[in-house]
């Protein structure tokens, strides 16, 4: 079946720091990968996806590459802000699924200034 | 623009009382879809829907029934409140074409005691 694994939170660091979120993935065919976060009382929005392997989503300063080889789809910062702080979630689309969305359990940033 | 809209924000019910939770949006979109998060979790999709006239069960579905009467309509019902449905409600939508992203609604917090 399809399912995604994401590292436990919460991710604690200071500001400027660099921020790496693992996530893996299990999927037959070939799906479409996602990261979507969600701010504090707010509901979920994209922040970025790739549909295809080695494909590398990017936005806001964050990016992630769809590695196939290792079923992985890691988010990276160069440099977080305490703005980032959030929850991030890791979620795939399985080929022709009526853009159904299978998720993480998601990780809780908190940037400290 | 008003995108995806949840009513009511918070609920609180009493074991075996029934509620629907609302949910509208604005942008002509064919595939809606409703999923709950529980503490800790990632997201479980209940119920979707390809368009009006249409729904399908998603993976936690026991205990709801959804309608679609509408393109823009998508209310949830909750037929026996069980505390075990105590979690945040969250309806999206998205386009019908492939790796569509997905926009949320808010959310809607219900308490089941």
């Known amino acids: 079946g399809n399912s995604v694994t994401q590292m436990e939170g919460p991710v604690t660091l200071s500001e400027e720091a660099f921020l790496t979120i693992n996530c893996t993935y299990t999927?037959?065919?070939?799906?479409?990968l996602f990261w979507y976060v969600q701010y504090p009382g707010e509901g979920l929005q994209l922040l970025l996806k790739a549909t295809k392997a080695d494909d590398k989503g990017s936005n806001k300063g964050f990016e992630a590459t769809y590695r196939k080889e290792t079923t992985s789809f890691h988010l990276e910062k160069g440099s977080v802000q305490v703005s980032d702080s959030a929850v991030y979630f890791c979620a795939l689309m399985p080929s022709g699924g009526y853009n159904k969305l299978i998720f993480g359990a998601g990780t809780r940033l908190a940037v400290h200034p | 623009n008003a995108g995806v809209t949840q009513t009511p924000k918070f609920r609180i019910l009493k074991i075996g009382q029934s509620m629907t939770l609302q949910c509208t949006q604005d942008?002509?979109?064919?595939?809606m879809y409703w999923y709950r998060q529980d503490p800790g979790m990632g997201l479980k999709l209940i119920y979707y829907s390809v368009g009006a006239g249409i729904t399908d069960k998603g993976e936690v579905p026991n205990g709801y029934n959804v309608s679609r009467s509408t393109t823009e309509d998508f209310p949830l019902r909750l037929e026996l409140a069980a505390p075990s449905q105590t979690s945040v409600y969250f309806c999206?939508?998205?386009?019908?074409?492939?790796?569509?992203?997905?926009?949320f609604g808010s959310g809607t917090q219900l308490s089941v005691l």
């Open positions: 999206a939508s998205s386009g019908d074409s492939n790796n569509e992203k997905l926009f």
């Open positions: 942008m002509n979109h064919n595939y």
């Open positions: 999927a037959t065919g070939y799906p479409s």
